[in-house]
Structures are given as structure tokens and as C-alpha cells.
């Protein structure tokens, strides 16, 4: 599990290709570092993967044609930057909310609110997801714990404060950057009931 605070921003330095299989390998810093092992779990944008190697503060971890495809992963080369959190353990301190690391789907940013002292993004997502986007609501992006700020059709948005936008990766995406989404397990679990609730309902009545 994971809380939605990113812990740093981490570099990748190294990409290996294989067949059906990529390994990226990330530097993280000392304090990250510290008490890791393989087959631990690090959330990557949001993405949970698994720890397969460690050398000193290179990490690496081995990414599916899967993942590749359905996060913004597989867009990355060497020298990107990515949001970094370790696994949450027993006790910690859960300043977001939790999240599972299963990036459910990609969304786009189509627009880019600049304000003092703060900035707002709009994104765009399939339209299959959009049932579980509720205004104040919590939402996952690129592995940011987010509160949804205002909604319009197709497309919500976020409100964000200095504070993320220097400590994160979002500071620096751009109108139409793919970000990963996670959409609160909570929020999915309670639409979907409702929704299977009202088709019986509709089904006994007709």
C-alpha cells in the first residue's frame, strides 16, 4: 500500500530491453535506499513494481509490455524524472490517502491554469472512468495524492500548491502529457455496487 506522497523525485539512468521486458534502473538516495531489498515494492508515477536488483543506489525493476503500455512508463527514456515512494509500513503516517499502485488508466492534460502561488490542471480521461470522478473526491496521479477540484464535461481538475510543484513531477508536465491515474478503490467499490444494485432493481421491475 501507498499513501500519495511522493518521497522524491528520482532519475532514470540506465534502460535494458529484452524480449517482452524492459528494465529500468533508477537512482535513488541514500535515505531511500536504506533498508531495501528485492522484492520490495516501490511505487513508480503511481506505478507499483517490484525491486529486482540493487547496487549501491541503483535500482532496478523489470516492467511487462503490459505496464509499458498502459502507464506513462513506457514513454520515458534516460534522464527522465519520476515520482518516487516506498511501500508504506505498519504505523506510518498516511498524509494522503491509501493507495494500491495499480494505475487504472491515462489521462491527458488538456489545459494549464497558471495563478499566483499556485497552478490548476485540467485532464482528460476515457470515458469509461469518468463515473468515478466526484468533485472533492480523491484521486491518484503520477502517484500524487489529489483532491479533485472542479469537473466539466469529460474532464476534471486539480488545484496545486507550490509545495507539489516543487516537489514532484508535476511541476513540470505540460498541455497533453499522459499522467497515470489511479482512481480511489473506495470511491470505484461503492459506485460499482450502486450501479449493480440499480440493474437488479431495473431487472426485477421489468
Given at each position: ?48 513494481l517490484?525491486?529486482?536488483s ?85 484521486i ?67
Open positions: 500500500m501507498f499513501t500519495g506522497i511522493v518521497q522524491e523525485v528520482a532519475t532514470l539512468v540506465e534502460l535494458q530491453e529484452s524480449e517482452g521486458l524492459r528494465r529500468h534502473v533508477v537512482e535513488l538516495s541514500p535515505a531511500l535506499c536504506e533498508g531495501l531489498e528485492p522484492g520490495a515494492s516501490v511505487s513508480h508515477n503511481g506505478c507499483c517490484t525491486v529486482a540493487i547496487d549501491g543506489q541503483r535500482v532496478s525493476f523489470d516492467l511487462m509490455r503490459e505496464t509499458l503500455a498502459t502507464t506513462n512508463l513506457g514513454e520515458l527514456a534516460v534522464g527522465s524524472q519520476l515520482n518516487i515512494e516506498r511501500a508504506a509500513r505498519f504505523g506510518d503516517e498516511i498524509g494522503g490517502h491509501a493507495m494500491s499502485g495499480h494505475v487504472i488508466c491515462l489521462g491527458r492534460i488538456t489545459e494549464i491554469e497558471e495563478a499566483p502561488n499556485n497552478r490548476r490542471l485540467w485532464f482528460s480521461l476515457p470515458e469509461a472512468y469518468r463515473r468515478f470522478v466526484f468533485e472533492k473526491g480523491y491518484g496521479i503520477d502517484g500524487i495524492s489529489l483532491t479533485v477540484g472542479a469537473l466539466r464535461e469529460g474532464e476534471f481538475c486539480v488545484n496545486l500548491i507550490p509545495e507539489t510543484l516543487a516537489r514532484t513531477v508535476i511541476g513540470s508536465r505540460s498541455v497533453g502529457d499522459h499522467v497515470n491515474i489511479e482512481i480511489d478503490p473506495q470511491t470505484q467499490t461503492i459506485v460499482e455496487t450502486v450501479e449493480r444494485v440499480m440493474a437488479a432493481r431495473e431487472g426485477a421491475a421489468g
